[in-house]
């Protein structure tokens, strides 16, 4: 782990021999992985491996067929012990609401909840989109935000909650490269000033070298490998191998077209 981090702020996250089957068809296949407090884990795998069944269990709306998932040694299968941690999505899409603006949107959660003053969720909001480099787009509609600038609305509004673990769902898909990059750099950049723990799911290469501590391949509902960014490059293994050398793969044969 990089040894910038601040001290720990987030949780521990173990998810242990996690099962999963829909209509006879087996999805997971008993996932064994450990997400240290503080640390960037990135879930790793092409499409179709699971990695979205994985988030539907870490936020209750999937029950495992076996296994179990601790939040620093508590199961979260219980309400109770859910609601004792806090925990933020940050979707694939963004979801934020075209009806409001930027700043209704990420001041939401804590409006509907009557949890601050206006005053008090005017200042957090504020701050949160400072915190994500959108200070200017506090009044702007979701219709006349980027993409990229969508995503990075949708992490001021996880910020909110003042979470200890955030989940990030695919956070550069339909995004340019250079707005890839720049999504980035604001995962890095929060985890590095609060010590929060991040999981993010992805299939993206460039992200998960770019921003991991530690990174788990996944492949049809199994883990195949984890290990620091290094490791993972120099991992011998088959299916590792094909799912990194892909794009090179990609290339070539549209090229031969």
Known sequence: MNPSHQPAYGVRLEVRGLHKSFDGQEVLRGLDFVVEPGEIFVL????????????????????????????????IMTPEIAAKYRMALVFQSGALLNSLTVGENVGLYLREHRLKTPAEIARIVAEKLADVGLADAIQKMPAELSGGMKKRAAIARALVIEPQLILYDEPTSELDPLSSVVMGQEIWKLNQRTGVTSLVVTHDRDLAFGIADRIAVIDEGRILAIGTPESIKQFKDPLVEKFLKADFKRETQIKSL
Not at 62 to 72: F, H, K, S, T
């Open 44 to 75: 790793m795998g092409p499409s179709g491996s699971g990695k979205s069944v994985l988030l539907k269990h870490l936020i209750g709306l999937e029950a495992p067929d076996a296994g179990e998932i601790l939040i620093n040694g508590d199961s």
